[in-house]
């Protein structure tokens, strides 16, 4: 059976690798291929029945792809006011100024729609003083919203936002313009929170116990997110597979104990078969604790495990930890295809899988401390084994996580957690003032921990970022070569291979003569980062928010981090808030960075040129100093490296295009990014037969209201035979030049990668 198993989920991984779901005739032809196999299986030839779960592998992948892109948001209803009706499905997050709901969407501009596909809604400024009541998980309401495409940034080194949308079942985004109640009652759910914001707003860990009880982090600020990431222990305040086990635990050794205690006769013991019916009362506890958690991601696929290692205890089934954590995932995949488009997903895989392999490689230890000794042991394996997950998708490693795992998950699993459900207990019991007390208790420990934490997370120090670290895939080669079980005559020459490796490799990477261009997806803005030789050279920095963050936060910073790279120069085309809006988050972290441009340093202006390590700038508008400001003042630049030449007009139009060419500005070049995001107030015929570019690239946003890439200009350049890549279509696009070859190509667009990359509104139609 594990052999099928293994087969299905070979299958299962097989179908994300697809750039697009399977067409009607491949279905066919997958379903012949099926019952062939699976009659030659019956007829007892070898490896059909493996054939039979691969193929099944597949079907399952590719049927749960389609239907996870089957519906989508007609075009013609994005980004104009339309009423919908939704079913809240979650607890909403309520704060002020600032309300978002996911839900069910029920009906679109009066139309019902059958399938109820996820959706997900920000609510600016909402009109609470009007508003006779607050939204609920459980309610339906009448909204108007301006409605768009779930799509996200896609570059390397940040966060995949559409990949998490799509593993949520959330197929459309919006913003709500107004809105009312219609109908529906606040679930349990939603009405045990209420009872425990309003007893625990004023705790200092309150957000903490909410997190730990309810799997709501909504309550958590900035400030407890940089310290748990920084010190390791994010893990602690989502609720897992170390939490279910705790409550799944705790659940055994009270009912045993009961058990015990009823069962003294030996008649009774005859008749009552206590271990059972103790494993019984704890699945039933966690599936509590996991409905209390909202069937979250995590919660569910460590409540599939713990029902697997249950079902082999029920039934006396001895089966090797490997092979229970291959039937858990086999069960997580069923129960949620789209799990591996999560990361918490292969975090706790992996973690898993390094507890299993610590126990295989390595003996108990023996003699004092030995508790102590193997719980140490067991925080270092889970530190190394998930360093290059934490590093993928986390930017870095904190290197004492080690050291506050071991002093802080006895904490939080002996005091905090139990405290914390002890609390709950008495508050549905009816003691709320001592629930309350029970509380703050239970957040003691970190009240008195936590200015130790804080002053650890600022401690630069401490954090391994990706740009000081070898490559992945050279971590992943040593980790393997220090666990394997071999001799340590063999051990130290595959370990030093490795360092030799990543040195030879960051000589070669400074003695790369190559220079790559990458026009980051920043949606509506522009952000460009020049690479060469470990260095980069900015050009604009995205956008920033009234409600807070930027581009660079999200999105500049991680991918100058995974690139590795460390910028020295960098201009502002022009004060719009789309160009600059990340340049103080810039400045904050590089401040030896020589500025050009709005408000930035140095006034960018016609005649400035340099040389920056081997490619030349040159500023070719605006003539006149003194401001940045305007998008006819947005400074030009002109980046050559050989052969190749780039020409990056920020946001001029007409008049700047005309300005240009009177003045004859060697505006000539292989690589345009288009000026001012595609609009037509922009490249105009004549300005586009002057650039004769082979190749045009936009810099926008999917979802932006002006309907950018303006079609006129499409048309402009598609009777210039001149090919468009889009960042709103495909994502980062990324170009290497040795001065005279050029290539350019988007990393994260589905035409180079997999469906699940695709762009919402075209994986539907398979394109």
Known sequence: MDRWLCAFLAGFALSFCFSSHLLMWQWLAGAVLLALCGYLAICKLPLMGTTVALLCGIGWGSGNAYFAQSWQLDPDQAATPIPIEVVISRLPQLAEGFWRIEGKLLSLAGEAIPAAP??????????????????????????????????????????????????????????????????????????LFNRMQQQLHSLGQGGVLTALLMGERQLLTDAHWFVFQRTGLAHLIAISGLHLSLVAGAAIILLSYSSRMLGRRRSRRDRFNGLIWCWWGALLLACGYAWLAGFGTATVRALSMFAVLFLHKKFACYTPPGRVLLRAVGVVVLIEPMAPLQPGFWLSVTAVAAILLMNWRWQALDGRFKALRMLWRLELMLTLALWPLTLLWFGGLPLLAPVTNLLLVPVFSLWVLPLALVGLAAMLAGGDSLAYWIWWLAGQPLDYSWPLLNWLAEQPWQWLGTQVTPPIGLIMAGLLALVWPWHWRYRLPALTAVLVAATVLHQLRLYDTNMYVHVLDVEQGSALVVERQGQALLIDTGASWQQGGDMAERVILPFLRQRRLQPELAFVSHADMDHRGGADTIKKHYPAIRWFGAGQGFICSAGQSGNWRGVTWQVLHPRLEGHNRGNNNSCVILLRHGDLKILIPGDIERRAEHDLLARLAPVSAQV??????????????????????SVAIASRGRNNPYKLVHPLVQERLARLSVPLLDTAAGGQVSLI??????????PLAAAAGAWFDADAGSAATGN
């Open 672 to 693: 345009l990014i288009l000026a001012h995001h595609g609009s037509n107030s922009s490249s105009e015929d004549y300005f586009l037969r002057e650039v004769a570019p």
């Open 118 to 191: 996820g959706i997900r809604l920000n609510w600016y400024d909402p009109p609470v003083e009007t508003q006779p009541k607050l939204p609920q998980a459980g309610e339906t309401w009448l909204l108007t919203v301006r409605l768009r495409q779930p799509q996200g940034p896609r570059n390397e080194g940040g966060f995949l936002y559409h990949r998490y949308l799509l593993a949520s079942g959330i197929r459309a985004l919006g913003s709500v313009q107004d809105g009312r109640y219609f109908y529906g009652e606040p679930t349990l759910r939603q009405q």
């Open 737 to 746: 030049s040795d001065g005279r070859i050029w290539r350019v190509w988007q």
